[in-house]
């Protein structure tokens, strides 16, 4: 059963009594006597609460009271109660502020009741950790009410048969949707109430499907329709394992499904682990919650990266020399850590000033650093540097007294919970200094710059840890410190005179930023005015329009996207149906003609306004019809919802139920081609606090939608560097160059001939690096080294069309389901961004059996046969399916190995549609003879090398009978790997173990030939 261990009776028996009022007496959770949950005290409520709506800026309970203004006593303590209810299932709001609220609401009325001591001590244990249940506290109760006042409508039997039935009970609560959204949490936290022995104490139902895709294989016939059952299912199975009433979100279940956080479980073995002299000696267990921890880091690291604006002005690096498999080149590490510093910052100020988070053996600490304190680095030379920059970097700190230390302190004191420090890891949740003033004034004196530290921390410890929502944290510590981050900069003047802020002045005030609604709300007043007129360009109307765009352009989320662009249309030549304000991320789409943008849809009759994630039409209209341009979009959008599901959480609903009111195509379009809204009337507009969290959800969607990255690789054997999440960087030619041996000529040739022909493919011997070329390739047509836009696939002969475009598959309930392979997959997702390049590597293209893994694509991978214009219908489509086409900006890359035996020739109908590019050994290369060099290798033996090898290959060459040209053996087999150290006998290994090897097989009918030539190649060669 789903009932967790540890719970105590209390809170049980209050769900019970929940339950009973709510779904059965429709009496009084605290008033027993009374009956207040009836249907017609749940309509009033619903007229006063639900009708007059208001989820704007203000405290809820003052706006909560004003909604019920004229209400009578009973509809006052039925407000108070399902207060109650709403705020039983979250851990965020503590047990005496629930209690509290509550109370607050009761004293409205004529007669306050008692709180009774089974509700006291039913909210005394917390459930679940969930910020939604405070943040739409005004969704969940209108959601509340609008189910419940559907309940009591239901006939009584049809009642009784749902509470006999738990999963039709939950069908039945989740067919009931508030229009304005953000309900979902409270659907998922209703059902745990009412059934706590069927339904887990889950909120979030993104969490609940990635439960069960992680124990897809407990389940005995796969995943059902009935996710809860599942869920059920797996409980039962996991229970020997982790004993009965375990708990999802915590060790040893949620390591095996949520992605790396930090549990006390981990911190507990890393304490335990200190006790070892040496890395080492910690047991696999401690090892793997090192590991956690530091992959933990990295998620939570690039987090606020994220926050920050990524990694074009910001480092993130983590544990010092820390490999998870060896420690710290052996040794322990005392703590591990990630801290982002500005890249300007990296040499003068050392990396100063940090956000950072530390974990240790004592908890977790985070916050901002304006100085790494000397006393943690172990290099007296970095202990004298920071020193030396000590007060130049606090020199830019804002003075305590000042506007933005006013600012910063207010928005700590809310927050709630800082420590103000002398350095980071001091003994937990102290503070030296009583505020923020105070240790901004210490910091500005000499004996602060003598210190030459600092911090304002947080803290978890113990089984705090385990509640923590640590993302919502670090999101939090980012927004706030960002100010600072940003105004210590090591090339600015040394001096505090350039930084501080003038003395206020009574007569100036700051320019406060006109709220978004109000430019809106002008905007479309304008527009009114002139719409039924000629179409004319009018200075009051583009002026608002103006106006509009340019306080769009200032809401953080855009403005951190230095590629985002924001057009307004009211129509060209006409006015427009439908009027719009597009943001385009302009690596993907430069027109809202094609690919995937944010858009906000004014309706025909200017009284409504949609923000959508959408997709543009014109060019599908144009190349396909309305009928399958309308199909495509359908597509796309179904696609698109499962990876932006988490939108609904943020109160967008994820279908294409809009009305623009238009009767036009285009606005048929608009509505079909929606894949997330959420709307507003005039006389609602969001504040711009609401306004700037809606774009920030649906801008973090748009990038997933568009170009979703890959999990995180583990750490490269060299353990003295630092794995770091590393945006894209650029890639050019002089860095493709530096890394490969052609000559500048010959690469720009082959970029022409991709460019222009958009499939090739490398052929060449053993050994001459197609696969590493290949990738510097990619990394060339992208301009980017973005690992997110190349898919890499390898041919065999077991390979089908069925992997790689289209097939039936089994679905794990004894059928088969229809599926997409990996190259329509990757397609799908070029799709979504048509001003992005794709590369697709096909590695031993010669190996499968093309005609049969390619299929129609033979026609659709021709360039001139790209786009929506030549889609065909698949082999397995079903009649109503959209048609497949390769889009325009996906690039083919063919690998092939010239010396293998084994594999036919590659199709002539292949041929012609791809330009073969051969790689020759480049041991006559000048780059080759300086790699070598630079790894240690002795000159005499770089000689050598190159003698033999152009011997061995010309004669392999010249023998047309057997072999040929494409059988030489390539320069990679002599390439050093990472860590290399030569000795006297690196040439006799690659020579006996790797070229000899081939040579036999070569020559497998003459082996006296290939024995001669072994020891021709070792002759001389101890040097």
């Given at each position: 059963?789903?009932?967790?261990?540890?719970?105590?009776?209390?809170?049980?028996?209050?769900?019970?009594?929940?339950?009973?009022?709510?779904?059965?007496?429709?009496?009084?959770?605290?008033?027993?006597?009374?009956?207040?949950?009836?249907?017609?005290?749940?309509?009033?409520?619903?007229?006063?609460?639900?009708?007059?709506?208001?989820?704007?800026?203000?405290?809820?309970?003052?706006?909560?009271?004003?909604?019920?203004?004229?209400?009578?006593?009973?509809?006052?303590?039925?407000?108070?109660?399902?207060?109650?209810?709403?705020?039983?299932?979250?851990?965020?709001?503590?047990?005496?502020?629930?209690?509290?609220?509550?109370?607050?609401?009761?004293?409205?009325?004529?007669?306050?009741?008692?709180?009774?001591?089974?509700?006291?001590?039913?909210?005394?244990?917390?459930?679940?950790?969930?910020?939604?249940?405070?943040?739409?506290?005004?969704?969940?109760?209108?959601?509340?009410?609008?189910?419940?006042?559907?309940?009591?409508?239901?006939?009584?039997?049809?009642?009784?048969?749902?509470?006999?039935?738990?999963?039709?009970?939950?069908?039945?609560?989740?067919?009931?949707?508030?229009?304005?959204?953000?309900?979902?949490?409270?659907?998922?936290?209703?059902?745990?109430?009412?059934?706590?022995?069927?339904?887990?104490?889950?909120?979030?139902?993104?969490?609940?499907?990635?439960?069960?895709?992680?124990?897809?294989?407990?389940?005995?016939?796969?995943?059902?329709?009935?996710?809860?059952?599942?869920?059920?299912?797996?409980?039962?199975?996991?229970?020997?394992?982790?004993?009965?009433?375990?708990?999802?979100?915590?060790?040893?279940?949620?390591?095996?499904?949520k992605e790396a956080n930090l549990y006390e479980h981990d911190i507990d073995l890393i304490?335990?682990?200190?006790?070892?002299?040496?890395?080492?000696?910690?047991?696999?267990?401690?090892?793997?919650?090192?590991?956690?921890?530091?992959?933990?880091?990295?998620?939570?690291?690039?987090?606020?990266?994220?926050?920050?604006?990524?990694?074009?002005?910001?480092?993130?690096?983590?544990?010092?020399?820390?490999?998870?498999?060896?420690?710290?080149?052996?040794?322990?590490?005392?703590?591990?850590?990630?801290?982002?510093?500005?890249?300007?910052?990296?040499?003068?100020?050392?990396?100063?000033?940090?956000?950072?988070?530390?974990?240790?053996?004592?908890?977790?600490?985070?916050?901002?650093?304006?100085?790494?304190?000397?006393?943690?680095?172990?290099?007296?030379?970095?202990?004298?540097?920071?020193?030396?920059?000590?007060?130049?970097?606090?020199?830019?700190?804002?003075?305590?007294?000042?506007?933005?230390?006013?600012?910063?302190?207010?928005?700590?004191?809310?927050?709630?919970?800082?420590?103000?420090?002398?350095?980071?890891?001091?003994?937990?949740?102290?503070?030296?200094?009583?505020?923020?003033?105070?240790?901004?004034?210490?910091?500005?004196?000499?004996?602060?710059?003598?210190?030459?530290?600092?911090?304002?921390?947080?803290?978890?410890?113990?089984?705090?840890?385990?509640?923590?929502?640590?993302?919502?944290?670090?999101?939090?510590?980012?927004?706030?410190?960002?100010?600072?981050?940003?105004?210590?900069?090591?090339?600015?003047?040394?001096?505090?005179?350039?930084?501080?802020?003038?003395?206020?002045?009574?007569?100036?005030?700051?320019?406060?930023?006109?709220?978004?609604?109000?430019?809106?709300?002008a905007f479309l007043q304008e527009l009114s005015l002139v719409r039924g007129g000629p179409?004319?360009?009018?200075?009051?109307?583009?002026?608002?329009?103006?106006?509009?765009?340019?306080?769009?352009?200032?809401?953080?989320?855009?403005?951190?996207?230095?590629n985002f662009q924001v057009n307004i249309s009211v129509g060209q030549g006409n006015w427009?149906?439908?009027?719009?304000?597009?943001?385009?991320?302009?690596?993907?789409?430069?027109?809202?003609?094609?690919?995937?943008?944010?858009?906000?849809?004014?309706?025909?009759?200017?009284?409504?306004?949609?923000?959508?994630?959408?997709?543009?039409?014109?060019?599908?209209?144009?190349?396909?019809?309305?009928?399958?341009?309308?199909?495509?979009?359908?597509?796309?959008?179904?696609?698109?919802?499962?990876?932006?599901?988490?939108?609904?959480?943020?109160?967008?609903?994820?279908?294409?139920?809009?009305?623009?009111?238009?009767?036009?195509?285009?606005?048929?379009?608009?509505?079909?081609?929606?894949?997330?809204?959420?709307?507003?009337?005039?006389?609602?507009?969001?504040?711009?606090?609401?306004?700037?969290?809606?774009?920030?959800?649906?801008?973090?969607?748009?990038?997933?939608?568009?170009?979703?990255?890959?999990?995180?690789?583990?750490?490269?054997?060299?353990?003295?560097?630092?794995?770091?999440?590393?945006?894209?960087?650029?890639?050019?030619?002089?860095?493709?160059?530096?890394?490969?041996?052609?000559?500048?000529?010959?690469?720009?040739?082959?970029?022409?001939?991709?460019?222009?022909?958009?499939?090739?493919?490398?052929?060449?011997?053993?050994?001459?690096?197609?696969?590493?070329?290949?990738?510097?390739?990619?990394?060339?047509?992208?301009?980017?080294?973005?690992?997110?836009?190349?898919?890499?696939?390898?041919?065999?002969?077991?390979?089908?069309?069925?992997?790689?475009?289209?097939?039936?598959?089994?679905?794990?309930?004894?059928?088969?389901?229809?599926?997409?392979?990996?190259?329509?997959?990757?397609?799908?997702?070029?799709?979504?961004?048509?001003?992005?390049?794709?590369?697709?590597?096909?590695?031993?293209?010669?190996?499968?059996?093309?005609?049969?893994?390619?299929?129609?694509?033979?026609?659709?991978?021709?360039?001139?046969?790209?786009?929506?214009?030549?889609?065909?219908?698949?082999?397995?489509?079903?009649?109503?399916?959209?048609?497949?086409?390769?889009?325009?900006?996906?690039?083919?890359?063919?690998?092939?190995?010239?010396?293998?035996?084994?594999?036919?020739?590659?199709?002539?109908?292949?041929?012609?549609?791809?330009?073969?590019?051969?790689?020759?050994?480049?041991?006559?290369?000048?780059?080759?003879?300086?790699?070598?060099?630079?790894?240690?290798?002795?000159?005499?033996?770089?000689?050598?090398?190159?003698?033999?090898?152009?011997?061995?290959?010309?004669?392999?060459?010249?023998?047309?009978?057997?072999?040929?040209?494409?059988?030489?053996?390539?320069?990679?087999?002599?390439?050093?790997?990472?860590?290399?150290?030569?000795?006297?006998?690196?040439?006799?290994?690659?020579?006996?173990?790797?070229?000899?090897?081939?040579?036999?097989?070569?020559?497998?009918?003459?082996?006296?030939?290939?024995?001669?030539?072994?020891?021709?190649?070792?002759?001389?060669?101890?040097?």
């Amino acid at each position: 059963m789903a009932r967790l261990a540890g719970f105590p009776a209390e809170t049980f028996f209050a769900m019970q009594r929940i339950r009973e009022t709510a779904l059965v007496k429709f009496d009084s959770l605290f008033s027993p006597d009374r009956n207040i949950w009836t249907l017609e005290s749940l309509r009033q409520f619903h007229s006063l609460f639900v009708d007059r709506f208001d989820d704007g800026q203000g405290n809820f309970l003052e706006k909560f009271k004003k909604q019920l203004e004229g209400a009578n006593n009973d509809i006052v303590q039925l407000a108070a109660e399902l207060l109650y209810v709403q705020q039983f299932f979250t851990s965020l709001t503590g047990p005496d502020k629930k209690l509290e609220n509550v109370t607050t609401i009761l004293s409205w009325g004529a007669h306050s009741p008692q709180i009774p001591r089974w509700a006291v001590e039913g909210v005394q244990h917390k459930i679940a950790a969930d910020q939604s249940f405070n943040q739409h506290r005004p969704f969940h109760l209108a959601w509340l009410s609008e189910f419940l006042i559907h309940w009591q409508e239901l006939q009584a039997v049809t009642r009784d048969k749902l509470l006999s039935d738990p999963f039709g009970f939950a069908k039945d609560v989740r067919s009931i949707e508030f229009e304005r959204g953000a309900f979902q949490p409270m659907q998922e936290a209703w059902l745990h109430i009412a059934f706590p022995e069927t339904f887990e104490s889950i909120s979030s139902r993104n969490d609940k499907k990635q439960i069960r895709d992680a124990f897809y294989d407990r389940l005995t016939k796969g995943p059902s329709e009935n996710i809860d059952a599942d869920l059920l299912e797996i409980r039962n199975k996991l229970t020997e394992q982790a004993g009965a009433g375990f708990h999802f979100y915590r060790s040893p279940i949620v390591e095996q499904w949520k992605e790396a956080n930090l549990y006390e479980h981990d911190i507990d073995l890393i304490r335990q682990s200190r006790s070892r002299e040496k890395y080492a000696d910690f047991s696999a267990e401690e090892k793997a919650a090192h590991k956690r921890v530091h992959e933990a880091l990295l998620r939570l690291g690039q987090v606020a990266l994220d926050e920050l604006g990524g990694p074009r002005n910001y480092v993130l690096k983590r544990t010092s020399g820390f490999h998870p498999e060896s420690g710290i080149r052996g040794g322990k590490p005392k703590d591990l850590w990630f801290g982002i510093y500005r890249k300007e910052n990296e040499d003068k100020f050392l990396g100063n000033p940090q956000i950072f988070m530390i974990v240790s053996g004592r908890g977790i600490e985070w916050g901002f650093s304006p100085l790494t304190h000397p006393d943690d680095f172990s290099n007296q030379e970095m202990r004298r540097r920071t020193r030396e920059i000590a007060k130049a970097v606090l020199e830019q700190l804002p003075v305590a007294g000042s506007l933005e230390a006013q600012e910063l302190a207010s928005q700590l004191s809310e927050s709630g919970n800082w420590h103000f420090r002398r350095k980071q890891r001091l003994d937990p949740k102290q503070s030296e200094f009583a505020s923020l003033a105070d240790w901004l004034s210490f910091l500005h004196t000499d004996e602060g710059a003598k210190n030459a530290g600092g911090g304002i921390t947080r803290y978890a410890l113990g089984k705090e840890i385990d509640g923590l929502e640590l993302v919502e944290e670090v999101k939090q510590m980012t927004q706030l410190f960002k100010p600072l981050m940003e105004r210590i900069i090591a090339e600015s003047p040394p001096t505090a005179a350039a930084f501080k802020e003038p003395e206020p002045i009574e007569s100036v005030s700051p320019v406060a930023l006109t709220p978004f609604g109000e430019l809106l709300r002008a905007f479309l007043q304008e527009l009114s005015l002139v719409r039924g007129g000629p179409f004319q360009k009018t200075d009051p109307l583009w002026n608002a329009m103006s106006a509009v765009k340019n306080r769009l352009e200032q809401f953080e989320p855009v403005q951190s996207r230095p590629n985002f662009q924001v057009n307004i249309s009211v129509g060209q030549g006409n006015w427009a149906t439908v009027p719009w304000i597009a943001i385009l991320n302009t690596n993907v789409t430069k027109s809202t003609q094609e690919g995937v943008y944010i858009v906000f849809l004014i309706s025909k009759e200017l009284n409504r306004i949609f923000l959508t994630l959408n997709q543009g039409t014109t060019n599908l209209v144009q190349e396909l019809g309305q009928r399958e341009a309308q199909k495509q979009m359908l597509d796309v959008a179904s696609k698109t919802r499962s990876v932006v599901s988490e939108l609904a959480s943020a109160g967008f609903i994820l279908d294409n139920e809009i009305e623009l009111g238009g009767g036009g195509w285009l606005a048929k379009n608009y509505e079909i081609g929606t894949i997330a809204h959420i709307d507003f009337g005039t006389d609602n507009y969001p504040n711009d606090e609401h306004m700037n969290a809606l774009l920030e959800a649906l801008i973090k969607a748009y990038d997933r939608a568009v170009d979703e990255t890959p999990s995180e690789t583990l750490p490269t054997k060299d353990s003295s560097l630092e794995t770091q999440a590393i945006e894209a960087e650029a890639y050019r030619i002089e860095d493709a160059l530096s890394e490969l041996f052609l000559e500048q000529a010959q690469l720009e040739h082959l970029l022409t001939i991709w460019d222009a022909k958009k499939n090739i493919i490398l052929q060449g011997a053993p050994g001459v690096g197609k696969s590493f070329v290949a990738k510097r390739l990619a990394y060339l047509i992208l301009g980017q080294k973005d690992s997110s836009r190349i898919e890499t696939v390898q041919f065999h002969q077991s390979y089908s069309y069925e992997d790689f475009v289209q097939g039936y598959r089994p679905n794990g309930k004894g059928g088969f389901t229809l599926r997409d392979g990996v190259f329509h997959r990757f397609c799908e997702k070029a799709r979504l961004s048509p001003g992005r390049k794709h590369v697709f590597i096909i590695d031993e293209i010669n190996r499968g059996n093309l005609s049969k893994i390619l299929g129609e694509l033979m026609l659709l991978v021709e360039p001139d046969k790209r786009g929506p214009a030549w889609a065909t219908s698949l082999t397995y489509a079903q009649p109503d399916e959209p048609r497949f086409f390769v889009p325009k900006n996906v690039y083919l890359l063919g690998m092939m190995n010239t010396a293998d035996r084994s594999l036919s020739m590659v199709d002539y109908a292949l041929r012609r549609r791809f330009s073969f590019i051969s790689l020759e050994p480049m041991f006559g290369s000048s780059k080759f003879r300086s790699l070598l060099a630079d790894n240690g290798i002795p000159q005499p033996m770089i000689d050598l090398i190159v003698s033999r090898m152009i011997e061995l290959n010309v004669a392999i060459g010249e023998d047309r009978a057997n072999l040929g040209p494409g059988y030489r053996i390539g320069h990679s087999f002599f390439v050093p790997i990472e860590d290399f150290e030569y000795d006297s006998g690196w040439y006799r290994r690659v020579i006996e173990t790797e070229v000899h090897p081939l040579l036999e097989e070569y020559w497998f009918d003459d082996p006296d030939k290939a024995q001669g030539w072994l020891q021709k190649l070792l002759e001389g060669s101890a040097i």
